[in-house]
């Protein structure tokens, strides 16, 4: 069965530091490209993070160029979102996506709340 479960998310002030993780399972983990979506009250999901399959080429929202960090271990099946210097703004739920284009395939997880305030 396909699962992503995120985890690591909470309560954070701002300045701090979060990292979320997804573990992922039931599929080939590293033949999908992972990403990072948010989505906040109110707003539309939007693209945080994404990176290849093999890691070797990341890409970034602006609004969070040089906070955030995309890595991923594929013997773990995991890949993570290091924040850091987190602002109020912030405050979104988190969702992992995994997409192996060659097939056609999405695969998402339920999401892990991030909530930034002092």
């Known amino acids: 069965q396909v699962q992503l479960v995120e985890s690591g998310g909470g309560l954070v002030q701002p300045g701090g530091s979060l990292r979320l993780s997804c573990a992922a399972s039931?599929?080939?983990?590293?033949?999908?490209?992972m990403s990072w979506f948010r989505q906040a009250p109110g707003k539309e999901r939007e693209l945080v993070a994404g990176?290849?399959?093999?890691?070797?080429?990341?890409n970034y929202a602006d609004s969070v160029k040089g906070r955030f960090t995309i890595s991923r271990d594929n013997a773990k099946n995991t890949v993570y979102l290091q924040m850091n210097s987190v602002r109020p703004d912030d405050t979104a739920v988190y969702y992992c996506?995994?997409?192996?284009?060659?097939?056609?395939?999405?695969?998402w997880g339920k999401g892990t709340l991030v909530t930034v305030s002092s």
């Open positions: 039931g599929f080939m983990f590293s033949q999908y490209a």
């Open positions: 996506r995994g997409r192996w284009a060659l097939i056609r395939v999405d695969y």
């Open positions: 990176i290849t399959s093999d890691g070797g080429s990341t």
